[in-house]
């Protein structure tokens, strides 16, 4: 494949990976940026461009704190080359094998990262796509606007929109760049109708709040849901009461009294004033508004009013400081599926006590062995890490290509049915 691929927009250059088998894309633009009057409103379709637009860096995130002072996760996934912030924002990543053609017709891996709906970006070290594209899997990571840049809500901006709603832009964003990745990567020889979502922790909620929206059906033909979905997992999905109590919290704290005023704030002070008034736990999440998100997602899974497609769910045995809702809400999920006369679930439970500490298999361990990126990290691995790695990377591709995670070499993976309950417990003894 050329390294010019030219998009509905306009052509984009990629890299090549270092042994030259992985082309890459970086910061691809899929939307219009959310600046100016654009900001708290949805994401628009990216104006054309002339000549081919460089994509070999990486983009810039939403503004956020400063993820190197996050304590335990500063060490674990972020360091100096975290990228900087900046509203302009809305840009995806892209791996797809150097030897792909537009008639390949590739499975494609959407991503979509975590990070409690106030942080994170698509570019994090822990993501990494050579891996997949080696075994025919076209990765694609977003960027989406978080905290209040993603998730305030207010009955003016309810009057800017025919279905009269507000919020949700982080869910909007991410459902735009889906809607993009559908209509552009036959391009990178990826197959539009061939897509499985994923995400962990806030990117789980985010990919089970796009199954559970009509606005994305039949956009997808799998899901996977690590740490963060299920049934009475997180809590009650919210009303937008509660959405717009937070955000009044924030237009009080910055002492403004209008939208229009506020989008006037310099990034920086929305972001401080963002964590200011979050609170604990998630205050910035999506909600119920009757039109993107029609109903809490529990009540939406277990009747049935989430998309029919294969499923594949799981957490860490540590999950939350080893809180079991986690555990049981993914069961649940799969009950509900067979109650439901679906295609069983995969259910999975990662219990790897990574070595050199006492965090064993902490939220968010899995990803280093997903991504197949463990040599970026200071954990001393053992060789049973890379076994399990090559493993673990093996079935999420498999998933995404048949919708079944078995494959040649792997020890068998049974789905969630009545006569087999159990989940898939990777953690392989030594």
């Keep these: 494949m050329e390294t010019i691929i030219k998009t509905k927009q306009g052509a984009v250059e990629g890299l090549h990976s270092e042994d030259g088998k992985t082309l890459m894309f970086r910061g691809v633009p899929y939307a219009q940026p959310p600046v100016g009057d654009l900001r708290f409103r949805r994401p628009q379709e990216h104006e054309p461009w002339d000549g081919v637009l460089p994509c070999k860096e990486f ?138 979502l994923a995400g962990q922790s806030a990117g789980c909620m985010s990919v089970q709040t796009l199954i559970s929206s009509p606005l994305s059906k039949g956009m997808v033909r799998g899901a996977i849901l690590q740490s963060g979905g299920g049934i009475r997992a997180m809590g009650e999905t919210a009303g937008k009461e509660k959405v717009w109590e937070i955000s009044k919290r924030l237009m009080d704290h910055l002492q403004v009294n209008s939208v229009a005023q506020l989008r006037e704030v310099p990034a920086e002070k929305l972001v401080e004033a963002a964590y200011a008034v979050n609170g604990e736990g998630l205050g910035w999440t999506p909600h119920r508004d009757g039109f993107l998100l029609p109903g809490s997602t529990d009540e939406l899974a277990e009747t049935g009013k989430i998309h029919d497609i294969n499923y594949m769910i799981g957490c860490t045995g540590d999950d939350f400081g080893g809180d079991p809702r986690l555990k049981e809400s993914c069961a649940r999920w799969c009950e509900n599926q067979l109650k439901l006369g679906r295609t069983p679930s995969y259910l999975y439970l990662f219990d790897r006590k990574l070595p050199g500490d006492d965090a064993g298999s902490f939220h968010s361990s899995e990803l280093w062995y997903v991504f197949e990126t463990y040599p970026r990290c200071w954990w001393p691995w053992e060789d049973r890490d890379i076994t399990l790695s090559k493993e673990m990377s093996a079935y999420w591709a498999n998933f995404v290509k048949t919708g079944d995670p078995n494959g040649e070499s792997l020890p068998v993976w049974k789905p969630y049915t009545p006569d087999h309950h159990e989940p898939k417990d990777k953690n392989i003894p030594g």
């Excluded at 994170?120 to 070290?125: R, V, W, Y």
């Excluded at 832009?169 to 990567?185: C, K, M, P, S, T």
Aim: glycine share 10%.
């Design 59 to 196: 983009s810039a995130r939403c503004p956020q704190a400063d993820l190197t002072q996050m304590g335990f996760y500063a060490k674990e996934f972020y360091d100096d080359m975290v990228p900087p912030c900046n509203e302009d924002c809305l840009y995806l990543n892209i791996w797809t094998p150097a030897d792909a053609s537009p008639d390949s017709r590739l499975p494609v891996l959407f991503w979509v990262h975590g990070g409690a709906f106030l942080h994170g970006c698509g570019s994090e070290k822990e993501f990494d796509g050579e891996g997949f594209a080696k075994k025919g899997v076209i990765l694609v990571t977003i960027n989406y606007r978080v905290n209040v840049f993603g998730f305030f809500a207010h009955p003016e901006l309810e009057n800017e929109n025919p279905e009269h709603v507000s919020g949700n832009y982080g869910i909007l964003d991410q459902l735009f760049a889906l809607g993009w990745v559908r209509e552009n990567i036959a391009a990178f020889g990826g197959d539009p109708e061939k897509i499985t």
